[in-house]
């Protein structure tokens, strides 16, 4: 089984457990369509409020067992069968995220950033480790540093995609201390001061994935495998930036085939501290 790319979402695939597949790939559909909704075609901020709200009310209307509208029928109704086993204030906190990219603001510090990750990311990975049952507080956390570094980690891939857009996700507070200007990493301006800036950034993600990456020893099974991949995928992207010394305002890494073997290993030896 396969589904389309949603960059906050551990990807289903043959890893996961078959009784789980219906709940995760409706997880899944909620979160693409919010996300297409927040950012696809040519829709006017106004309209793409409007239907962030008219989606919401769907999702309330799931929530009690109502029969969704007829617009999104497709992704409230297998969502609905659902919903016994999931936590809606995690999908409403999905949509607050949503909300907020249509009209982003600039971030003062790395807390503002990860309370934007805490609805933003971190709900999916609370989402999938109650549909295994798993809720203790040190697993939680450790969720939570995984899906903020896998956010974070986007952010830091996509400044040649964010900066065109108007996006800007790096802290003022790290833009400060580096003495790099919003307007230059908005323009993909190239630099040292930058590249420092980015370097110092990735090495903040790095910390947080590490941070997490225990959890993906603890739980058994096909989810811990899952776990190591997404983990290892994560660390891998950071890998290549530095690789080619931080220069991601004029390139993008990604993570393809070819690195299946390297990410294979890396997930086989992994260890709490790797």
């Known amino acids: 089984m396969s589904v389309d790319h ?27 369509t919010a996300d297409d909704l927040a950012d696809e075609g040519d829709a006017t901020t106004a309209q793409r409020v409007q239907a962030l709200h008219d989606y919401r009310a769907d999702l ?19 969502l609905g069968r659902e919903m016994h086993r999931l936590q809606p204030a995690l999908l409403h906190d999905l949509l607050d ?5 249509l009209t982003p603001p600039r971030y003062r510090d790395r807390a503002h950033l990860l309370d934007y ?36 980690i986007n952010f830091w891939q996509d400044f040649s995609r964010d900066g065109p857009n108007g996006r800007l996700y790096v802290p003022q507070a790290d833009l400060d201390r580096h003495g ?9 301006r190239d630099s040292p001061p930058a590249r420092a800036l980015i370097a110092d950034l990735c ?3 790095r910390q947080l994935m590490l941070e997490g990456a225990p959890l993906a020893l603890t739980l058994p099974g096909r989810a811990g495998w899952e776990l190591r991949f997404v983990v290892q995928g ?29 990410l294979a290993w890396r997930a086989l030896t992994m260890r709490a501290t790797s």
């Open 180 to 188: 790099v200007a919003a307007e230059d990493v908005l323009a993909c």
């Open 6 to 32: 949603y960059e906050n979402f551990p990807v289903a695939s043959m890893l996961c457990p078959p009784a789980l597949r219906p709940a995760v790939v409706a997880i899944y559909h909620f979160a693409r």
């Open 117 to 152: 990750c805490r609805r933003s990311a971190n709900p999916v990975g609370r989402l999938l480790l109650g549909l295994y049952g798993v809720d203790d507080a040190t697993s939680l956390r450790r969720s939570d540093a995984i899906c903020s570094a896998l956010q974070l």
């Open 60 to 78: 309330a209307a799931a929530v009690v067992g109502m029969q969704p509208s007829p617009r999104w029928t497709a992704v409230f109704t297998p």
């Open 234 to 262: 994560g660390l891998a992207i950071l890998d290549k930036i530095a690789a080619r010394h931080h220069d991601s305002l004029l390139h993008r890494p990604s993570v393809g085939v070819p690195d299946f073997p390297r």
């Open 97 to 101: 995220a949503f909300e907020q990219d």
């Open 203 to 205: 090495g903040w993600a």
